[in-house]
């Protein structure tokens, strides 16, 4: 059975970014005869917000958006559905990872790593045994490391991983919380996704998930098929202006905005991948 999922956090209100996305989405599990998931990223509690949930019910409403599975309001979400439910899940399988020694203790301050090159950095080779409760955890991301992806045609292209992203934090400082890379793995893994789509922000994510499947033997993942589109495009595949793609679907709704804009853009796109990939 082919699945897909559509998958915002709830940290701020929808904009016409998101509304691309999920309408592209949408469109080509149409086309592919796929399910759709709704998969709300609440990972980060502190910043997830009820009127956020609840505009992601909207939003999806209001654009015409109906899924296959997920939960069907924001109560249902909070008793069943929330990330939250399902920590241990995904810190399982930062302990596997732990276990089979990718994982390091990094004691630095973000400015601080960031600002450093991976072959300098200490906490990498650092043989220190006792760790201090409570400290982040991240990948030791090997180099050289390429990762194959799986495109929609089938094809397979290579990522270079670490020219694409710094060593992520997999159990964060607090209560060796998992991190994002792992839950979105973990989530796509258990639904049984079969291909997604994501802007192109989160192509060094895809490439990190690829790469810890490898690691943790999920072999599944591998036939997994990404499309990573342009953060906001035009039906030309040209880029939204910034006001545009920044908007957020709330306040366009309240302004009595038509949706048929924002669809018949994202169907274009749609149509256009569903020809070039003779989906
Ligand atoms: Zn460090």
Same mark, same amino acid.
């Given at each position: 059975?082919?699945?897909?999922?559509?998958?915002?956090?709830?940290?701020?209100?929808?904009?016409?970014?998101? !509304?691309?996305?999920?309408?592209?989405?949408?469109? #080509?599990?149409?086309? $592919?005869?796929?399910? =759709?998931?709704?998969?709300?990223? +609440?990972?980060?509690?502190?910043?997830?917000?009820?009127?956020?949930?609840?505009?992601?019910?909207?939003?999806?409403?209001?654009?015409?958006?109906?899924?296959?599975?997920?939960?069907?309001?924001?109560?249902?979400?909070?008793?069943?559905?929330?990330?939250?439910?399902?920590?241990?899940?995904?810190?399982?399988?930062?302990?596997?990872?732990?276990?089979?020694?990718?994982?390091?203790?990094?004691?630095?301050?973000?400015?601080?790593?960031?600002?450093?090159?991976?072959?300098?950095?200490?906490?990498?080779?650092?043989?220190?045994? !006792?760790?201090?409760?409570?400290?982040?955890?991240? #990948?030791?991301?090997? $180099?050289?490391?390429? =990762?194959?992806?799986?495109?929609? +045609?089938?094809?397979?292209?290579?990522?270079?991983?670490?020219?694409?992203?710094?060593?992520?934090?997999?159990?964060?400082?607090?209560?060796?919380?998992?991190?994002?890379?792992?839950?979105?793995?973990?989530?796509?893994?258990?639904?049984?996704?079969?291909?997604?789509?994501?802007?192109?922000?989160?192509?060094?994510?895809?490439?990190?998930?690829?790469?810890?499947?490898?690691?943790?033997?999920?072999?599944?993942?591998?036939?997994?098929?990404?499309?990573?589109?342009?953060?906001?495009?035009?039906?030309?595949?040209?880029?939204?202006?910034?006001?545009?793609?920044?908007?957020?679907?709330?306040?366009?709704?309240?302004?009595?905005?038509?949706?048929?804009?924002?669809?018949?853009?994202a169907t274009a796109y749609a149509e256009m991948l569903a020809k070039h990939f003779r989906l």
């Amino acid at each position: 059975m082919k699945k897909t999922r559509i998958a915002p956090t709830p940290s701020g209100y929808l904009h016409a970014g998101n !509304a691309f996305n999920f309408l592209v989405t949408a469109a #080509l599990a149409k086309v $592919v005869g796929a399910k =759709v998931v709704l998969r709300i990223d +609440d990972l980060d509690a502190e910043r997830s917000r009820l009127e956020y949930v609840e505009d992601i019910f909207q939003s999806l409403e209001w654009l015409g958006i109906r899924v296959d599975e997920g939960p069907s309001g924001p109560t249902d979400f909070r008793t069943n559905w929330s990330q939250q439910l399902r920590l241990e899940r995904y810190t399982a399988l930062a302990e596997e990872l732990r276990a089979a020694g990718v994982l390091y203790p990094c004691t630095c301050a973000r400015p601080r790593f960031e600002q450093m090159d991976r072959n300098e950095h200490p906490c990498r080779t650092s043989k220190e045994e !006792a760790v201090a409760h409570g400290t982040p955890w991240r #990948l030791r991301i090997p $180099v050289p490391c390429t =990762v194959g992806v799986k495109q929609f +045609d089938g094809t397979t292209s290579a990522l270079d991983l670490p020219a694409l992203l710094p060593d992520p934090i997999i159990l964060q400082r607090d209560n060796a919380r998992p991190a994002y890379q792992i839950a979105s793995l973990c989530d796509d893994l258990e639904m049984g996704i079969t291909f997604i789509v994501r802007g192109a922000d989160l192509l060094p994510s895809t490439a990190c998930q690829a790469h810890l499947a490898q690691l943790l033997k999920r072999d599944t993942f591998a036939e997994v098929r990404f499309h990573h589109h342009a953060l906001a495009v035009d039906a030309d595949g040209s880029k939204l202006s910034k006001s545009a793609g920044s908007a957020s679907l709330k306040a366009m709704r309240e302004a009595g905005t038509s949706p048929a804009a924002l669809i018949a853009q994202a169907t274009a796109y749609a149509e256009m991948l569903a020809k070039h990939f003779r989906l």
